[in-house]
């Protein structure tokens, strides 16, 4: 499956971002869908997951209650709306697929999109 996301920018401390990833090539209903980050130095970090259903999702401590992941599978698409958005979100943002069990590993996700960047403004 390819992945495609989109949507980021340059936000003042306190707004709103809705990134989107769209994928082709593969069943969408066959995957779990994650968001991460990674910031200038370092390590890619986990943000948020979805299950293929979306009736479960996962976030990170650092995330929970400011960003909202979800999915349409009719569009073959995830979403990441993030709001209350800090100076510490800024980094670059990835979508990453992968089947069988969810996960919040890096190393379990087979399939990546290219990054958006995000960036927030003190």
């Known amino acids: 499956v390819q992945l495609q996301a989109s949507g980021g920018g340059l936000v003042q401390t306190g707004g709103s971002l809705r990134l989107s990833c769209a994928a082709s090539g593969g069943a969408f209903t066959s995957y779990h869908m994650a968001w991460f980050r990674q910031a200038p130095g370092k390590e890619r970090e986990f943000v948020a997951a979805?299950?293929?259903?979306?009736?479960?999702?996962k976030y990170a401590d650092s995330v929970n209650g400011r960003f909202t992941i979800g999915r349409d599978n009719a569009k073959d698409t995830v979403y990441l709306q993030m709001n209350s958005l800090k100076p510490e979100d800024t980094a670059v943002y990835y979508c990453a697929a992968k089947n069988r069990v969810i996960s919040t590993e890096t190393y379990e996700y087979h399939y990546w999109g290219q990054g958006t960047q995000v960036t927030v403004s003190s």
């Open positions: 979805i299950r293929w259903s979306g009736y479960s999702t």
